[in-house]
């Protein structure tokens, strides 16, 4: 469900109505702030006939007997009604955020669930929970033992895997190195090919400067870095990897179909493109883990969360159809 006070609840609800039937859904969450969410949308009589009780006694659910949809909700309860609103940044809520992590965790662990799909957390509240982790990405890395992880995110026009993620552009270049270049191509390589089922992938490396520094003119880390990376990752794997070129380039490549993934230097080289090309569509996928995990491609949106008709479930359902599409290739690869 993500942060409770955040537009999670909200394009989780209207997500639901619309794909009820594509999967077997296990929602896990606070059942009185879906019951809320249903509520402003006008449902009448129980504020919950989207959901109901699975046969598993873990799975508890709420308002009604009906399976409609066939949506089991787990309710942790971990919410309180006393002074709840919406759009607000707090301990509980970011403790409340963890809490479903960890019991996805738990599912993941017996096997009761096949992938999964996380609906946006406050930074500012987990950490005010007394947690440090950038995000979901880090935090599900540490749950797992995963050492070697990479964050992905595509829309359906283009996918970009990170060398960096969330920190200061000032960082980026001294945290780019061969090994984290040779990680970063393997994971994608093997991800396309296992996820999304393309047997011989291409992709292109966007440079870190502008131009991918003109042969040294601005800049020396492509000449440094990424030109004899490359070269050594070109012989032992033998894939169509090219770069580094400028990104501009890289992406219009990628975008007509020249490439199936760019690797790009830092987040916000991805994430521009992105949002201009498919913001609606774009998903947040986690290469490395033992499962498939995926977001959607924005944040908590406080700003509009205490009013859950204006909240646009389209990023989460694509995140949804792709974990779905994603866990059905891995389970044939």
């Given at each position: 469900?993500?942060?409770?006070?955040?537009?999670g609840?909200?394009?989780?609800?209207?997500?639901m109505?619309?794909?009820?039937?594509?999967?077997?859904?296990?929602?896990?969450?606070?059942?009185?702030?879906?019951?809320k969410?249903?509520?402003?949308?006008?449902?009448?009589?129980?504020?919950a006939?989207l959901?109901h009780?699975g046969r598993?006694p873990?799975?508890?659910g709420?308002?009604?007997?009906?399976?409609c949809?066939?949506?089991?909700?787990?309710?942790?309860?971990?919410?309180s009604?006393?002074?709840?609103?919406?759009?607000?940044?707090?301990?509980?809520y970011?403790?409340?955020?963890?809490?479903?992590?960890?019991?996805?965790?738990?599912?993941?662990?017996?096997?009761?669930i096949d992938c999964?799909?996380?609906?946006p957390?406050?930074?500012q509240?987990?950490r005010?929970?007394?947690?440090?982790?950038?995000g979901?990405?880090?935090?599900?890395?540490?749950?797992?033992?995963?050492r070697?992880?990479?964050?992905?995110?595509?829309?359906?026009?283009?996918?970009?895997?990170l060398?960096?993620?969330?920190?200061p552009?000032k960082?980026?270049s001294?945290?780019?190195n061969?090994?984290?270049?040779?990680?970063?191509?393997?994971?994608?390589?093997s991800s396309?090919k296992?996820?999304?089922?393309?047997?011989?992938?291409?992709?292109?490396?966007?440079?870190?400067?502008p131009?991918?520094?003109?042969?040294?003119?601005?800049g020396?880390?492509?000449?440094?870095?990424?030109?004899?990376?490359?070269?050594?990752?070109?012989?032992?794997?033998?894939?169509?990897?090219?770069?580094?070129?400028s990104?501009?380039v890289?992406?219009?490549?990628?975008?007509?179909?020249?490439?199936?993934?760019c690797?790009?230097?830092y987040?916000?080289?991805?994430?521009?493109?992105?949002?201009?090309?498919?913001?609606?569509t774009g998903?947040?996928?986690?290469?490395?883990?033992?499962?498939v995990?995926?977001?959607?491609?924005h944040?908590t949106?406080?700003?509009?969360?205490?009013?859950?008709?204006?909240?646009?479930?389209?990023?989460?359902?694509?995140?949804?159809?792709?974990?779905?599409?994603?866990?059905?290739?891995l389970?044939?690869?």
């Amino acid at each position: 469900m993500g942060d409770p006070s955040g537009i999670g609840p909200a394009i989780l609800v209207k997500a639901m109505k619309r794909l009820g039937g594509k999967a077997e859904f296990v929602v896990i969450g606070d059942a009185w702030v879906l019951g809320k969410v249903e509520k402003s949308f006008g449902v009448k009589g129980s504020p919950a006939r989207l959901f109901h009780n699975g046969r598993d006694p873990a799975i508890h659910g709420y308002g009604g007997r009906e399976k409609c949809q066939g949506v089991k909700v787990i309710d942790l309860k971990n919410v309180s009604g006393k002074n709840f609103a919406f759009g607000k940044i707090r301990a509980e809520y970011g403790r409340a955020s963890i809490d479903y992590l960890d019991k996805a965790m738990d599912l993941i662990i017996a096997k009761e669930i096949d992938c999964l799909v996380t609906c946006p957390i406050s930074k500012q509240a987990v950490r005010l929970a007394g947690f440090r982790f950038p995000g979901h990405t880090e935090y599900l890395a540490q749950c797992t033992a995963t050492r070697d992880f990479v964050m992905m995110l595509l829309n359906r026009h283009l996918k970009f895997s990170l060398l960096t993620t969330h920190i200061p552009l000032k960082d980026v270049s001294s945290k780019i190195n061969k090994g984290i270049l040779r990680k970063n191509i393997i994971l994608t390589l093997s991800s396309l090919k296992k996820l999304f089922a393309i047997k011989k992938p291409r992709i292109v490396v966007c440079g870190l400067n502008p131009h991918a520094s003109d042969e040294g003119i601005i800049g020396k880390e492509e000449i440094a870095i990424f030109k004899p990376a490359l070269r050594c990752i070109r012989r032992s794997l033998r894939a169509v990897i090219d770069g580094p070129i400028s990104a501009d380039v890289a992406v219009l490549k990628s975008s007509r179909g020249e490439y199936d993934a760019c690797i790009a230097a830092y987040h916000d080289q991805a994430l521009i493109a992105l949002k201009l090309t498919g913001f609606d569509t774009g998903v947040n996928l986690t290469l490395g883990l033992p499962f498939v995990r995926t977001s959607p491609l924005h944040g908590t949106a406080f700003d509009i969360a205490a009013n859950p008709s204006l909240a646009n479930p389209s990023s989460l359902i694509e995140a949804i159809k792709t974990a779905i599409r994603c866990t059905s290739n891995l389970k044939k690869a």
